[in-house]
């Protein structure tokens, strides 16, 4: 990725074209502030093949993972997507603040209608105090399968990281390969009422490893310098799993979490959701040794249903810098690394959750003059969301494959299954026409009281609807999330678009109201944009609502998100032209 982030190449010119008109004639004088970085996506069909299996893949410009986009803390991007395929598309930036540019951020029907067949539009946003790593992935149906990549967001020009300064960066992006496709997955598992089919291996850039069949050509390697210090940039692109990862014989070091820089801390495994990223240093070894290490992921996984239980691998290897003065010695060299021990790192067990916990509980802020913590420390509103799985009927005549043979699977926030609607919200917000599009009644605390951790309720059944949360400008929000075991426990990687939240507490078991807030961290709680609601416990956030528009709250589950796990908060403009939502763009998508 570049000797450093002042070397770094701002665009990818094979992937990222120029757009053809000019901003300094929509935008006069912007120039002077910020640069202003174009990306042109086209969204096309592209034939890939992985595990010796060949198939058509909905892509950015061809590409697989999707291309790369970087940019400064500060700057303006415009990145105009143009639809080539048959499906419905729009991309959400992952973790981009969206400060007064709803109209940007890319889920379907809640910010936007989709981008169809032939249409284009322009995502124009600026990226307002951030730094790190995130990424973009596509937001309607399952298409982010296959259409993802990094958004790499790099200091202002001469400010430093609070951490040394790496001798390489490297993308590291976590993602899966599906020999069916994964449209008919999800349509056949939302027919059926049952849980979807599985992916077929996990990917590293793309690339399955040795582990899998057929797949020794198609190896991520990473190749180090002894001594040198390497930022890998880590994102979780996953449909359907939170992954353990480690590189044999090698500790890392954490140093950013979701694009906020943390307290650094070692550790020789870590656990990363899907949603998630991370930033870690991995200082290589002083010294030449004679052995390649492999780099390995495998899913984390509580829940009853099936999963891909397999691991992706890639390979560490040193580089050796002796120069070579002969043909002979290039061979003997060649020799010498087919002979070299490989050494396997341990992960944790599948089903670790005090593992998951222990890690979880290391992220702290910075908490620094230069980086503050600015965690509400007063609360004006209180919302208690049970978060997991439930069912909903079988239609008449049907037989469904869910929990009994004859249910089918659903998900829900409060007892209610989220119903996309066929219009955009924020548009009908914006506009004033929320009449039979939304409601406003969505309930800040289960409608029914029970142990959600203990012996599950008889009736299982969820209500459906679309309901949303309405809060004021400028509302300090405290959240506690609480997982729910009702079709057994498992972890539930919570996003939340258009804030960072920070982590307050977290706990297993039932959430005491009495007990619990006199532990909560309100001086360095980690900042995030996803939070795993631990398995069989509950997580407490806040956050401040200075950011109109509508905004998406999902399981990072793709299968959770279509059984309806997902709300959407609408913070109301406040009374000074910079805390009001602008109008929308003339080229936003119409349903």
């Known amino acids: 990725m570049g000797a450093s982030h002042h070397h770094l190449s701002l665009v990818s010119t094979d992937a990222l074209r120029l757009l053809s008109f000019s901003c300094l004639c929509l935008w006069p004088g912007l120039l002077v502030f910020a ?28 590409r697989f993972p999707g ?33 007064q540019s709803g109209w940007a951020d890319g889920p379907a029907y809640v910010t936007q209608c989709p981008i169809q067949t032939g249409q284009s539009y322009v995502y124009n946003f600026s990226i307002t105090g951030q730094r790190g790593t995130l990424f973009w992935h596509a937001h309607v149906s399952w298409l982010r399968s296959t259409l993802y990549g990094p958004f790499i967001i790099l200091p202002k020009k001469n400010v430093s990281y609070p951490f040394p300064k790496p001798y390489k960066e490297v993308p590291i992006v976590f993602g899966e390969w599906w020999n069916a496709d994964t449209e008919a997955v999800v349509t056949q598992a939302l027919q059926s009422g049952g849980g979807p089919n599985v992916s077929d291996a996990y990917t590293i850039n793309g690339l399955p490893g040795p582990l899998y069949n057929c797949s020794t050509k198609d190896t991520f390697k990473l190749k180090v310098r002894p ?10 692109a996953l449909v359907d799993e939170e992954l353990f990862f480690s590189i044999a014989n090698h500790t890392l070091t954490v140093v950013e979490a979701d694009a906020v820089y943390v307290k650094p801390f ?66 003997n060299r060649k020799k010498k690394k087919q ?24 992220f702290r802020s910075l908490a620094t003059t230069q980086f503050p913590a600015n965690v509400p ?43 996309l609607p066929s219009t955009a919200i ?15 009644d969505f309930p800040a605390n289960p409608p029914f009281p029970f142990n959600y951790t203990g012996t599950p309720p008889n009736n299982t059944v969820v209500s459906n609807g679309t309901k949303v949360v309405v809060l004021p400008f400028n509302t300090s929000v405290e959240l506690v999330l609480q997982g729910t075991s009702i079709l057994g ?87 000074l032209p910079n805390q009001k939502l602008p109008p929308p763009p003339s080229d936003l998508p119409k349903c």
């Open 489 to 575: 426990a498992e972890s539930h990687p919570l996003h939340l678009h258009g804030f960072n939240f920070f982590v307050v507490g977290q706990g297993s078991g039932n959430y005491d109201p009495n007990k619990d807030p006199p532990n909560f961290n309100l001086v360095d709680p980690v900042e995030r944009n996803t939070i795993g609601v631990p398995s069989g416990g509950w997580v407490a956030i806040r956050f401040l609502a200075d950011n109109p528009g509508a905004w998406f709250m999902h399981c990072h589950f793709e299968i959770h998100l279509s059984w309806g796990l997902k709300m959407v908060w609408i913070v109301l403009d406040g009374e």
């Open 339 to 362: 002979k070299l021990p490989l050494f396997r790192p341990t992960l944790p067990p599948i089903n670790d959750t005090s593992f998951v916990a222990n890690f979880s509980s290391r």
């Open 35 to 62: 640069s202003t970085r174009h990306y042109e996506f086209h969204i096309k069909l592209q034939n890939v093949t992985r595990l010796c299996h060949t198939k058509s893949i909905i892509t950015a410009n061809g």
């Open 227 to 236: 001594g040198r210090t390497y930022l890998l940039r880590m994102i979780n």
């Open 426 to 440: 924020l548009q009908a917000h914006y506009f004033g026409q929320e009449k039979g599009v939304y409601t406003t």
């Open 67 to 99: 291309p790369r986009i970087v940019a400064r803390e500060g700057d303006r991007v415009l990145i105009k997507v143009v639809s080539h395929v048959q499906n419905n598309v729009s991309l959400h930036w992952h973790g981009i603040r969206q400060l």
């Open 266 to 331: 070692h550790t020789d495994r870590l656990l990363i959701a899907p949603g998630q990223t991370t930033n870690v240093l991995l200082k290589a070894k002083p010294f030449f040794p004679n052995a390649t290490f492999l780099i390995a992921a495998r899913p984390y996984f509580t829940g009853l249903g099936t999963f891909d239980n397999s691991t992706v691998a890639g390979i560490l290897e040193y580089d050796d810098e002796q120069p070579s003065n002969s043909t002979v010695s290039a061979i």
């Open 377 to 419: 420390q007063t609360v004006d509103k209180r919302f208690f969301f049970t978060v997991g799985l439930g069912t909903s009927p079988c239609p008449k005549n049907q037989t469904c494959q869910g929990p009994n043979n004859s249910t089918k699977f659903s998900a829900s926030i409060n007892n209610n299954s989220f119903a």
